[in-house]
């Protein structure tokens, strides 16, 4: 096992070097990032005006690589732009295409690519697609989306259930024509017909539309959804490992790989695919044969809770199954999850930013995770999510002020009671603030070959304690990071090495490799000699 291990740690090198394997993702939701106008919603002007925070070229800032934008298309914002009335334009809430185009521009500048939303699945109950679609059973744009009769004595056709679960079922009735038309989220979310191949080449032509002005690549929404049962099945009742007939089909596959042709005939796209596969194993049919997506989204990572065996198991099972063109990138929150310092514990901040940034791996970091949001208690009367998302979408804090500089209006979510003290401003200047811990690990790793590009292998290490080595030509790096709230001991080696970076600010100096003493909840980063196993 060890050798088979070490073997696959070396073969791993061949992987081709991209711009996106080597990056270091940075997830902004625009509602909530930076308001100019005042209205207290976040928009493309205030993105512009913080690009300086995310990479200034310094390590004066926080030096990502590269921005996920989630929509500020053309919205009625029942699902806050996942529901999209024009592909093609910008929502006015957020500005206009030219504000898209000088934020790529500014953000090229500065060496930042973007990548954009693509929500391919359905569009808004408004889209133009969906209005004549549903104007009679004849239209030409009928068969653009998924339509069926009632059963037998009335209902929705089958069993299939919206993801948002206080929807029931994936069906609502549309009274004008009889029929039922399919939702896998809102009623104001009607699902593509992905069999239509009219679906397939309007969505193609909305990819170019972005590609030919620039954006670097896309994140794909639900990108194992898309294609259902075309025979409309049930799913079984009890799944027991069953596969459902409405998600993760055949299928998607011939769409992804039509998809990465066109993303390779322009030069260095990618696309990351939201997929939320049953097991890791499902998971890893999204990259094809290098011919489908860049990398899929894995959210068995997200889901471990927080402990060193668990996250062990589930890198070590990924890094198993991943042949040897696949690349993996990990991500701990998102728009969607409760933030991670609120999962794990704002103690744990710092050691889960150490495992994101060290594994082998692109790390996608969601905003305001730099400086330690964590989820904001909603009041019911300031509740507009549909899904219970609101807590992790409060606005970035970027100062003491009322409007913790996101905004000079009143801002469309509640801003986090902490924000007086947990923001950019305060933690700019402060060595041993979370902001300040964030940049010195992102910095050492822009400047680290093993730890962008590297190898990985575990260490054997004490309960509780999660130790691996990243490898590339003659930089070795040792890893440790204790999960537990009590010290621990770890032996990553012999001999002396320094310390490159300890969650403990201020720890710097040499350690004793054949007895390494970790302090609760601390991770470390130290240069050895190649001499540890
Ligand atoms: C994805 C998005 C989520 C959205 C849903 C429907 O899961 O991340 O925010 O509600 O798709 O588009
Ligand atoms: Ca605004």
Same mark, same amino acid.
């Given at each position: 096992?060890?050798?088979?291990?070490?073997?696959?740690?070396?073969?791993?090198?061949?992987?081709?070097?991209?711009?996106?394997?080597?990056?270091?993702?940075?997830?902004?939701?625009?509602?909530?990032?930076?308001?100019?106008?005042?209205?207290?919603?976040?928009?493309?002007?205030?993105?512009? %005006?913080?690009?300086?925070?995310?990479?200034?070229?310094?390590?004066?800032?926080?030096?990502?690589?590269?921005?996920?934008?989630?929509?500020?298309?053309?919205?009625?914002?029942?699902?806050?732009?996942?529901?999209?009335?024009?592909?093609?334009?910008?929502?006015?809430?957020?500005?206009?295409?030219?504000?898209?185009?000088?934020?790529?521009?500014?953000?090229? %500048?500065?060496?930042?690519?973007?990548?954009?939303?693509?929500?391919?699945?359905?569009?808004? =109950?408004?889209?133009?697609?969906?209005?004549?679609?549903?104007?009679?059973? +004849?239209?030409?744009?009928?068969?653009?989306?998924?339509?069926?009769?009632?059963?037998?004595? +009335?209902?929705?056709?089958?069993?299939?259930?919206?993801?948002?679960?206080?929807? +029931?079922?994936?069906?609502?009735?549309?009274?004008?024509?009889?029929?039922?038309?399919?939702?896998?989220?809102?009623?104001?979310?009607?699902?593509?017909?992905?069999?239509?191949?009219?679906?397939?080449?309007?969505?193609?032509?909305?990819?170019?539309?972005?590609?030919?002005?620039?954006?670097? +690549?896309?994140?794909?929404?639900?990108?194992?959804?898309?294609?259902?049962?075309?025979?409309?099945?049930?799913?079984?009742?009890?799944?027991?490992?069953?596969?459902?007939?409405?998600? =993760?089909?055949?299928?998607?596959?011939?769409?992804? %790989?039509?998809?990465?042709?066109?993303?390779?005939?322009?030069?260095?796209?990618?696309?990351?695919?939201?997929?939320?596969?049953?097991?890791?194993?499902?998971?890893?049919?999204?990259?094809?044969? !290098? !011919?489908?997506?860049?990398?899929?989204?894995?959210?068995?990572?997200?889901?471990?809770?927080?402990?060193?065996?668990?996250?062990?198991?589930?890198?070590?099972?990924?890094?198993?199954?991943?042949?040897?063109?696949?690349?993996?990138?990990?991500?701990?929150?998102?728009?969607?999850?409760?933030?991670?310092?609120?999962?794990?514990?704002?103690? %744990?901040?710092?050691?889960?930013?150490?495992?994101?940034?060290?594994?082998?791996?692109?790390?996608?970091?969601?905003?305001?995770?730099?400086?330690?949001?964590?989820?904001?208690?909603?009041?019911?009367?300031?509740?507009?999510?549909?899904?219970?998302?609101?807590?992790?979408?409060?606005?970035?804090?970027?100062?003491?002020?009322?409007?913790?500089?996101?905004?000079?209006?009143?801002?469309?979510?509640?801003?986090?009671?902490?924000?007086?003290?947990?923001?950019?401003?305060?933690?700019?200047?402060?060595?041993?603030?979370?902001?300040?811990?964030?940049?010195?690990?992102?910095?050492?790793?822009?400047?680290?070959?093993?730890?962008?590009?590297?190898?990985?292998?575990?260490?054997?290490?004490?309960?509780?304690?999660?130790?691996?080595?990243?490898?590339?030509?003659?930089?070795?790096?040792?890893?440790?990071?204790?999960?537990? !709230?009590?010290?621990?001991?770890?032996?990553?080696?012999?001999?002396?090495?320094?310390?490159?970076?300890?969650?403990?600010?201020?720890? !710097?100096?040499?350690?004793?490799?054949?007895?390494?003493?970790?302090?609760?909840?601390?991770?470390?980063?130290?240069?050895?000699?190649?001499?540890?196993?």
């Amino acid at each position: 096992m060890q050798i088979g291990i070490w073997l696959r740690a070396v073969g791993s090198t061949s992987v081709e070097r991209t711009w996106w394997r080597e990056s270091v993702f940075y997830q902004i939701y625009p509602r909530s990032f930076q308001d100019s106008n005042g209205d207290g919603i976040g928009d493309l002007q205030g993105i512009i %005006r913080r690009l300086d925070h995310l990479n200034d070229g310094t390590p004066a800032s926080l030096g990502i690589d590269a921005i996920w934008l989630s929509p500020f298309y053309r919205s009625p914002m029942a699902d806050f732009g996942y529901d999209v009335s024009d592909y093609c334009d910008v929502d006015p809430v957020f500005g206009r295409l030219a504000d898209f185009d000088l934020l790529l521009a500014e953000a090229h %500048r500065r060496g930042i690519r973007i990548i954009v939303d693509l929500v391919p699945g359905h569009t808004s =109950d408004q889209h133009p697609w969906f209005q004549e679609a549903r104007a009679s059973l +004849g239209n030409p744009k009928r068969d653009w989306y998924v339509w069926a009769k009632p059963r037998p004595g +009335g209902g929705p056709p089958n069993n299939w259930r919206s993801v948002f679960t206080r929807f +029931g079922s994936a069906w609502t009735l549309d009274p004008e024509t009889g029929e039922y038309y399919l939702h896998h989220f809102l009623p104001q979310q009607p699902d593509l017909n992905w069999w239509n191949d009219a679906v397939r080449d309007a969505i193609e032509s909305v990819m170019r539309f972005w590609l030919d002005r620039g954006v670097d +690549g896309f994140r794909i929404d639900v990108a194992h959804g898309l294609v259902r049962d075309q025979q409309l099945r049930s799913n079984p009742r009890f799944l027991l490992g069953r596969p459902r007939r409405n998600w =993760d089909l055949e299928e998607v596959h011939a769409i992804h %790989r039509r998809w990465r042709k066109v993303l390779d005939g322009y030069s260095d796209r990618m696309a990351v695919g939201e997929v939320d596969a049953p097991s890791l194993a499902r998971l890893v049919r999204y990259y094809g044969n !290098d !011919d489908e997506l860049s990398f899929p989204f894995n959210f068995h990572f997200l889901g471990q809770p927080w402990r060193a065996e668990r996250f062990r198991a589930v890198v070590g099972q990924w890094e198993r199954l991943l042949p040897a063109h696949a690349w993996p990138d990990y991500t701990l929150s998102n728009h969607d999850r409760s933030r991670a310092a609120t999962r794990y514990g704002l103690a %744990r901040a710092r050691a889960a930013a150490l495992l994101l940034l060290t594994l082998r791996g692109t790390p996608f970091i969601y905003y305001g995770e730099e400086i330690g949001m964590t989820d904001v208690p909603i009041p019911p009367d300031r509740v507009v999510d549909v899904h219970g998302r609101d807590p992790e979408r409060t606005p970035m804090q970027w100062d003491g002020t009322q409007g913790a500089g996101f905004t000079a209006g009143a801002p469309w979510l509640p801003i986090a009671a902490d924000a007086t003290r947990v923001n950019v401003a305060a933690q700019r200047d402060d060595p041993a603030s979370l902001l300040s811990f964030y940049r010195r690990l992102i910095w050492m790793r822009r400047g680290s070959p093993a730890l962008r590009a590297g190898t990985y292998r575990t260490l054997p290490a004490p309960r509780g304690v999660f130790a691996y080595l990243r490898e590339a030509n003659d930089e070795h790096l040792a890893i440790a990071i204790n999960f537990t !709230d009590r010290e621990a001991r770890v032996r990553l080696g012999t001999g002396a090495a320094p310390i490159l970076l300890s969650t403990q600010h201020g720890r !710097d100096g040499e350690l004793d490799l054949a007895a390494v003493a970790l302090a609760p909840n601390e991770g470390i980063v130290a240069r050895i000699g190649g001499q540890a196993g």
